[in-house]
Each structure stands twice: as structure tokens, then as C-alpha cells.
């Protein structure tokens, strides 16, 4: 049974940084598109960064300089490393992944992800 298990997240000061983790189990990590959304209550979730088996890396405009998304093959997790957080950051963050190692140009699109973890809640108070 796939699993995906988020942790690391918190509450900061805007401007601090925080690291997410997401630790993946029961299919192959390392083949898989994998990514993090955000979303807000009663909002749609949104597309944060996405990364697959290879070296290319996609981000929303909104963090872009600012995240960073990493994978650690050999312990089967994601990170996303999160810098200059601003109060517009707060939300649930949940990390998914896909059945195939394309992301491309729909990463951004929730229904394509066929695996959710249960999601972390960052806090940015300003």
C-alpha cells in the first residue's frame, strides 16, 4: 500500500524558513513525478513544486526563488525547503505523486496525482 508522510511543519515569523519532509513507501520512489500543493480552506489546492526522477525542477511564480524542492533517493523522500516565508504562505501542505515519472505541463493539476499524504500545516504570522 503506498504511503506518503509529511512532517516539518510549524509556525514562524515572516521572513524564517522552514524544511517539509515527505517519506515515501510501498512503490517505487525514485520513478515517480512527485509534488507539493498547498491549499486553504475552502480553496483548491494549489500547485507548489514539482520534481521528477530527473534533474528538472517546476515551481509556482509565487515561490519560485524562494522554495526549493529536493529528493533524496536513497531514504525515499521529498523535501521542500522554504525560505522568505510570507504570511501568504500559510496553508496545509501535502505532498503527492503520480503512477509515472512525468510531470511536465499539468504538474500543477491536483487530479492528476494518484497519491496524498494526510498534509502539514504551516502558520506565517507577519
Known amino acids: 500500500q503506498v504511503q506518503l508522510v509529511e512532517s516539518g511543519g510549524g509556525s514562524v515569523q515572516a521572513g524564517g524558513s522552514l524544511r517539509l519532509s515527505c517519506t515515501a513507501s510501498?512503490?517505487?520512489?525514485?520513478?515517480?513525478?512527485m509534488a507539493w500543493f498547498r491549499q486553504l480552506p475552502g480553496k483548491e489546492r494549489e500547485g507548489v513544486a514539482a520534481r521528477p526522477p530527473g534533474g528538472v525542477r517546476y515551481y509556482a511564480d509565487s515561490v519560485k526563488g524562494r522554495f526549493t524542492i529536493s529528493r533524496d533517493n536513497a531514504k525515499n523522500t521529498m523535501y521542500l525547503e522554504m525560505n522568505a516565508l510570507e504570511p501568504e504562505d500559510t496553508a496545509m501542505y501535502y505532498c503527492?505523486?503520480?503512477?509515472?515519472?512525468?510531470?511536465?505541463?499539468?504538474?500543477?493539476?491536483?487530479?492528476?496525482?494518484?497519491?496524498w499524504g494526510q498534509g502539514t500545516q504551516v502558520t506565517v504570522s507577519s
Open positions: 510501498g512503490y517505487t520512489y525514485p520513478g515517480n513525478c
Open positions: 503527492a505523486a503520480r503512477g509515472s515519472p512525468q510531470c511536465t505541463a499539468n504538474w500543477r493539476v491536483a487530479a492528476s496525482y494518484s497519491y
